[in-house]
């Protein structure tokens, strides 16, 4: 699989004896990786279909129901954990491209 640079407008790709380097978002320096982000006019979003009912937070016995369920700090996405959700995130995909 030929990698291309994620750069909006650039059709760049890592070919053999191309001219240009590729490198990989800052893993470990967070206010590296933001600038990066903010740079590329990237919007990073993920929806729960990538998450399992554990890796968001609970209420507790006689608190309000939360409007918006929150992630807990040690969450990570998956794909499609929860397939239900993510065959509707694909299908609103597909509608839109």
Do not use: E
């Not at 004896?17 to 800052?26: A, E, I, L, T």
């Not at 309000?64 to 239900?84: D, E, G």
Request: proline residues 6%; contains cysteine.
């Amino acid at each position: 699989m030929v990698r291309t640079c994620d750069y909006p407008g650039c059709s760049n790709k890592d070919v053999a004896d191309s001219p240009q380097s590729f490198h990989r978002f800052p893993v470990t320096d967070v206010a590296l990786r933001k600038l990066w982000v903010l740079a590329l006019g990237i919007h990073l979003c993920v929806c729960s279909a990538h998450f399992s009912d554990d890796d968001f937070l609970s209420t507790c016995p006689g608190q309000r129901q939360m409007k918006k369920r929150i992630l807990k700090k040690s969450a990570v996405p998956a794909p499609q954990v929860n397939k239900t959700v993510a065959y509707q995130c694909s299908l609103q995909h597909s509608l839109i491209a």
